[in-house]
């Protein structure tokens, strides 16, 4: 706020001005400043939302729906937001938690405010505008801080969620309730009574500083082990603020030394005591993040309230890149897995497709291989039956000449040509009426014509149908047919 300000009274904030880069880019994310370039480089100047953000103390794109200074305790409201239908509250609702980062938090809004959020949840889902993949949670529509988050449906996180949603109620953000508070709850605070009041100041002045950015310091009524804490783009940091000690040789008494001197064998006795110095010091972070503020020769711990509040608006907003980041990367994996998903089910089509064509091929093929054999088989009967019976007059003729074997050859003579007659189809058609002229081939059948993987190359013969049987049809025992080359439909 206050570097907005400074750029709309026309003071010059350009790129030189480099430890204020970072909240020049801030406020530019949030369409508050523009940073045009002359000569390479940037000029900061406000907009009309920055001037409309410093006349109101909210966005403009979300007038009825942003922090609790858009009604007042008393329950004014604008006529702007009296004309608002339900349907517009919804759609700033939902922009507001996309550019937003996909939470907003709202402390102790007054009635109306809270009912303003009601209609616009309610709005939202009944007119759909919620965006597709996304689910809206929100908690505190009754009381307490009020916090509304939109939600990836693929990658939900319930277990943030359900303490989010559970601790709100349990938290104090209010800056005065807050130092209230911790006068009684000393956890975290390790100061001593001297140091109380402007321990208490300066984590009022921090709460009101992170309120002005929409973000809270909090602590828990039932004392939950995170204590302190600042939250801020749904991120939380750890608070801790603690009077310095310093160090100074210990002075022994009489009873010391002469302990010292009897049971040195017995104890280490320390060499130094640790005193309150009078110096209060605030800690950010834990482990190897740790930031750390706190009284020097220059300045005091309320000097570097500003230093902290933007320290934390810095490691929100590194934060939130981050996540943003996680969730990109999430998204192009599941983007490519879903590729890959069809890319496969492509190539399963592709080669079921494939299949179902050589399948269809050799059906035709087992068809024709089988009426070819059908019909073969009867052309050699009826070719055979034609031999016979020229060989019949043949005997008989010969016949003539034998008088002795002339019965003889008669008798074959008449069997012969009851072979013939059975054997020839013109006499006997049920040999091609009673084979099927259409077949449905078994997986047996199929096989003896699909391509083999493996070699590259097509079986030579497929097996007879099971319904045809030529034995049957063409009982005899020897075999019809002249040697030499296969017939055509045996081929």
């Given at each position: 706020?206050?570097?907005?300000?400074?750029?709309?009274?026309?003071?010059?904030?350009?790129?030189?001005?480099?430890?204020?880069?970072?909240?020049?880019?801030?406020?530019?994310?949030?369409?508050?400043?523009?940073?045009?370039?002359?000569?390479?480089?940037?000029?900061?100047?406000?907009?009309?939302?920055?001037?409309?953000?410093?006349?109101?103390?909210?966005?403009?794109?979300?007038?009825?729906?942003?922090?609790?200074?858009?009604?007042?305790?008393?329950?004014?409201?604008?006529?702007?937001?009296?004309?608002?239908?339900?349907?517009?509250?919804?759609?700033?609702?939902?922009?507001?938690?996309?550019?937003?980062?996909?939470?907003?938090?709202?402390?102790?809004?007054?009635?109306?405010?809270?009912?303003?959020?009601?209609?616009?949840?309610?709005?939202?889902?009944?007119?759909?505008?919620?965006?597709?993949?996304?689910?809206?949670?929100?908690?505190?529509?009754?009381?307490?801080?009020?916090?509304?988050?939109?939600?990836?449906?693929?990658?939900?996180?319930?277990?943030?969620?359900?303490?989010?949603?559970?601790?709100?109620?349990?938290?104090?953000?209010?800056?005065?309730?807050?130092?209230?508070?911790?006068?009684?709850?000393?956890?975290?605070?390790?100061?001593?009574?001297?140091?109380?009041?402007?321990?208490?100041?300066?984590?009022?002045?921090?709460?009101?500083?992170?309120?002005?950015?929409g973000h809270s310091v909090g602590i828990s009524r039932r004392g939950k082990p995170r204590g302190l804490h600042a939250h801020a783009r749904g991120h939380q940091y750890a608070?801790?603020?603690?009077?310095?000690?310093?160090?100074?040789?210990?002075?022994?008494?009489?009873?010391?030394?002469?302990?010292?001197?009897?049971?040195?064998?017995?104890?280490?006795?320390?060499?130094?005591?640790?005193?309150?110095?009078?110096?209060?010091?605030?800690?950010?972070?834990?482990?190897?993040?740790?930031?750390?503020?706190?009284?020097?020769?220059r300045s005091r711990l309320e000097d570097k309230i500003r230093t902290v509040v933007n320290a934390i608006e810095r490691l929100s907003e590194a934060d939130q890149q981050a996540?943003?980041?996680?969730?990109?990367?999430?998204?192009?994996?599941?983007?490519?897995?879903?590729?890959?998903?069809?890319?496969?089910?492509?190539?399963?089509?592709?080669?079921?497709?494939?299949?179902?064509?050589?399948?269809?091929?050799?059906?035709?093929?087992?068809?024709?291989?089988?009426?070819?054999?059908?019909?073969?088989?009867?052309?050699?009967?009826?070719?055979?039956?034609?031999?016979?019976?020229?060989?019949?007059?043949?005997l008989e003729a010969l016949s003539a000449t034998l008088p002795a074997q002339e019965a003889t050859i008669a008798r074959w003579v008449t069997w012969a040509r009851a072979q013939?007659?059975?054997?020839?189809?013109?006499?006997?058609?049920?040999?091609?009426?009673?084979?099927?002229?259409?077949?449905?081939?078994?997986?047996?059948?199929?096989?003896?014509?699909?391509?083999?993987?493996?070699?590259?190359?097509?079986?030579?013969?497929?097996?007879?149908?099971?319904?045809?049987?030529?034995?049957?049809?063409?009982?005899?025992?020897?075999?019809?047919?002249?040697?030499?080359?296969?017939?055509?439909?045996?081929?």
């Amino acid at each position: 706020m206050t570097t907005l300000r400074r750029i709309a009274d026309g003071e010059s904030v350009t790129a030189k001005d480099s430890d204020l880069a970072r909240t020049v880019y801030a406020l530019r994310d949030r369409g508050l400043i523009s940073t045009p370039r002359t000569d390479g480089i940037w000029i900061a100047e406000v907009t009309e939302a920055g001037r409309f953000y410093l006349a109101n103390g909210y966005y403009q794109g979300a007038a009825a729906l942003t922090s609790p200074t858009v009604s007042s305790k008393t329950g004014r409201r604008t006529a702007d937001i009296k004309r608002q239908t339900p349907r517009a509250l919804a759609a700033e609702l939902i922009k507001r938690l996309q550019d937003e980062g996909g939470t907003v938090h709202v402390h102790d809004p007054d009635k109306t405010t809270r009912a303003l959020h009601r209609r616009a949840l309610d709005a939202a889902k009944r007119h759909g505008l919620i965006p597709e993949g996304f689910r809206l949670l929100h908690t505190g529509r009754d009381r307490g801080d009020l916090i509304l988050r939109l939600e990836n449906e693929a990658h939900p996180d319930e277990t943030d969620w359900n303490r989010i949603r559970l601790s709100a109620r349990d938290l104090i953000t209010d800056p005065h309730e807050l130092a209230n508070w911790l006068r009684e709850d000393r956890r975290s605070i390790d100061v001593t009574d001297a140091m109380i009041g402007r321990a208490l100041e300066a984590i009022r002045a921090l709460a009101e500083g992170l309120l002005q950015r929409g973000h809270s310091v909090g602590i828990s009524r039932r004392g939950k082990p995170r204590g302190l804490h600042a939250h801020a783009r749904g991120h939380q940091y750890a608070l801790s603020i603690k009077e310095e000690l310093d160090r100074i040789p210990r002075v022994y008494t009489e009873e010391d030394l002469r302990s010292r001197r009897l049971y040195a064998w017995q104890r280490v006795t320390p060499e130094y005591d640790e005193v309150p110095s009078g110096r209060l010091r605030l800690e950010l972070g834990d482990g190897s993040g740790l930031q750390c503020w706190a009284d020097d020769k220059r300045s005091r711990l309320e000097d570097k309230i500003r230093t902290v509040v933007n320290a934390i608006e810095r490691l929100s907003e590194a934060d939130q890149q981050a996540r943003f980041a996680r969730e990109e990367a999430q998204r192009k994996r599941d983007e490519n897995w879903r590729r890959q998903e069809e890319e496969q089910q492509r190539q399963a089509a592709a080669r079921q497709e494939e299949r179902d064509k050589e399948l269809a091929q050799a059906a035709d093929q087992a068809q024709e291989e089988h009426r070819r054999r059908a019909f073969g088989q009867a052309l050699e009967g009826w070719a055979s039956a034609a031999a016979i019976r020229e060989f019949c007059l043949r005997l008989e003729a010969l016949s003539a000449t034998l008088p002795a074997q002339e019965a003889t050859i008669a008798r074959w003579v008449t069997w012969a040509r009851a072979q013939a007659d059975h054997m020839d189809p013109l006499l006997t058609p049920s040999v091609l009426t009673e084979v099927s002229f259409d077949i449905e081939p078994t997986a047996e059948t199929l096989h003896r014509y699909l391509r083999n993987e493996k070699r590259g190359e097509r079986e030579t013969r497929p097996e007879e149908p099971i319904e045809v049987r030529y034995d049957v049809l063409y009982p005899s025992a020897w075999r019809w047919g002249r040697p030499g080359r296969s017939q055509w439909w045996r081929r």
